[in-house]
């Protein structure tokens, strides 16, 4: 802080602020306004633990896919990388936390304390020497100073930053560029920007706009936000490197079982042989990035050779020849195949057949997971039985039934774990059962989501939006069965017109003060919003959303 000299009128303002808010001291409203710095405070608190917790939900079970998909495991490595870099940058602002509150409870108490319990919440002198020193024109370096915090954010960004251009030169790890972009511009939030206000002149620094004569209670708030922040890119990163090898690969949604034999003409004595496999195709295969080319190799169609295409159907090349004769006949060809990265494949393929009486094929598509807590839709076949002659029985996981006819069943299911579903045939020798019986997985509901605005856990809104909002919903996102999230209580953190205001409530409605929140935030900041939500199963889970405000 500089002593004499003509004051800034930041400084007149603080000065001015300060005697305010000693009178009001006589009126116990000062304590009120650093209560609401301490609820502020709790709830980003609160928020970072959930970001936390769920980073550490993500790496596990991308630890677990990456133990069966080996191309996700060069990703994997990145997203641990990443969260021991931003792990350090975090510990670092709570140890500094932690710091600032000790040396000034010490300076007033003799004692330390957590800052809801700190004596000397309104104590700006204090914070204001140990993070920027005594003259605010050139504030100190070193150890648990604002300029030391500073470079750790800009080292964290450049680390990042050269990490994401390292994996884009590594067909390993490389992202598609919109991801690429897209995080890029997300790392960039965290290099610090100085403020554009000036005073007297003088530009004003974001160690100054930041840490410079704010009371104890605010320093503190602001580097939880600081972490918030910091805990919202890593989540971002990590939950992109964890979908980046299944955005790499081609996406199948229809599966068929495929009998494919050598030849479906016998002579009397040979052996009879065929390959069973499941085959594989998609729906968003067309001829812009699938095509099935009848007489060229590899070569000549990465020269641009066409040869004959084939017409698709779902995904499928169809080849239809006339067999005006009898005996062997061969073609060939090669599939072209554009991938996520925009580079073309290029499959060779040669098939034989021999003109004779038609071969069948066999498919047959089966749901083997169920949720507890919810109805779940079953269809029960068997063949040569009408849907009317077939019932099921089922064991394990406190499952239920309700038949709604034609072989049709809602289920449900207390618990998770294994069941065993046996289909029962009305024969003519008795109701007998159609094969073994057949485990299901029952997996546990998803965790909640929060959604605002119609939006599932938006990362940016429209103040505009957020003013309409009244109500917290809750759901799970991609989750098809019917689930009935009720929103419990929640909380509601923000800044308005500069100034850190949190409310809490209960039930899904918002009341009228989160509702003045929503709408009156500023631009440019970051809303947090934390829930505790009751699923269909019973169960009470947290849900937070972090919201940037936008214009």
Not at 13 to 34: E, F, P, Q, R
Request: contains cysteine; glycine residues 10%; positive net charge.
């Amino acid at each position: 802080m500089a002593g004499g000299g003509k004051e800034s009128p930041r400084q007149k303002m603080i000065g001015l602020m300060y005697l305010v808010l000693t009178a009001l001291l006589a009126m116990n409203v000062s304590k009120d306004i650093l209560k609401a710095f301490v609820t502020v405070n709790d709830n980003l608190v609160r928020t970072n633990e959930n970001f936390n917790n769920n980073t550490i939900r993500v790496l596990k079970a991308f630890d677990e896919a990456a133990k069966s998909n080996p191309s996700a495991l060069p990703y994997l490595e990145k997203a641990k990388e990443v969260n021991k870099l931003t792990k350090e940058v975090y510990d670092y602002i709570d140890k500094l936390k932690q710091f600032l509150i000790d040396e000034v409870e010490k300076s007033v108490t003799k004692d330390t304390a957590t800052l809801k319990f700190a004596n000397a919440k309104d104590n700006y002198d204090m914070p204001t020497h140990l993070m920027i020193g005594d003259d605010e024109t050139k504030p100190k370096d070193g150890e648990w100073s604002a300029v030391d915090l500073r470079k750790r954010f800009d080292g964290l960004s450049d680390k990042l930053l050269a990490m994401l251009d390292g994996m884009q030169k590594n067909e390993k790890t490389k992202l598609l560029k919109e991801d690429y972009d897209g995080l890029k511009e997300k790392i960039l939030t965290l290099k610090i920007k100085d403020p554009t206000d000036t005073e007297d002149g003088i530009k004003v620094t974001w160690e100054i706009f930041n840490f410079y004569h704010l009371p104890l209670a605010g320093v503190v708030t602001n580097l939880s936000q600081m972490q918030s922040d910091l805990k919202n890119v890593e989540s971002e990163i990590i939950a992109n490197f964890a979908g980046a090898s299944g955005k790499l690969s081609i996406k199948f949604n229809q599966y068929s079982a495929v009998v494919l034999a050598p030849s479906s003409y016998i002579q009397a004595g040979q052996k009879y042989t065929a390959d069973i496999f499941i085959g594989a195709s998609s729906t968003d295969f067309k001829p812009e990035n699938l095509q099935i080319l009848l007489g060229v190799d590899s070569a000549a169609a990465a020269g641009g050779a066409t040869g004959t295409p084939l017409p698709l159907v779902g995904g499928i090349g169809k080849y239809e020849v006339g067999t005006s004769g009898q005996g062997d006949q061969e073609y060939k060809g090669v599939i072209k195949l554009k991938k996520p990265t925009g580079e073309f494949s290029y499959y060779p393929f040669k098939g034989e057949y021999k003109v004779a009486p038609p071969s069948g094929t066999v498919s047959a598509d089966m749901m083997n997971v169920f949720y507890a807590g919810v109805p779940n839709p079953v269809t029960a076949s068997a063949g040569g039985i009408a849907p009317g002659d077939i019932s099921i029985s089922a064991s394990g996981c406190g499952a239920t039934m309700t038949p709604k006819g034609g072989g049709k069943y809602e289920m449900k299911f207390s618990s998770t774990g294994d069941v065993m579903i046996t289909v029962m045939g009305k024969t003519k020798d008795g109701n007998k059962p159609q094969g073994p019986p057949i485990k299901f997985r029952v997996k546990p509901l998803p965790r909640p989501e929060l959604k605002i605005g119609g939006i599932f856990g938006p990362l940016e809104m429209k103040k505009q939006m957020l003013g309409t909002v009244g109500a917290l919903v809750a759901g799970a996102t991609g989750f098809d069965f019917q689930a009935n999230y009720i929103t419990q209580e929640w909380s509601i953190s923000g800044k308005v017109k500069g100034k850190w205001l949190g409310v809490e409530g209960t039930g899904p409605n918002l009341n009228a003060e989160a509702k003045q929140i929503l709408a009156n935030c500023d631009v440019g900041s970051k809303l947090s919003i934390d829930a505790r939500v009751k699923g269909p199963d019973g169960k009470i889970q947290g849900a937070s959303c972090g919201i940037r405000v936008t214009k």
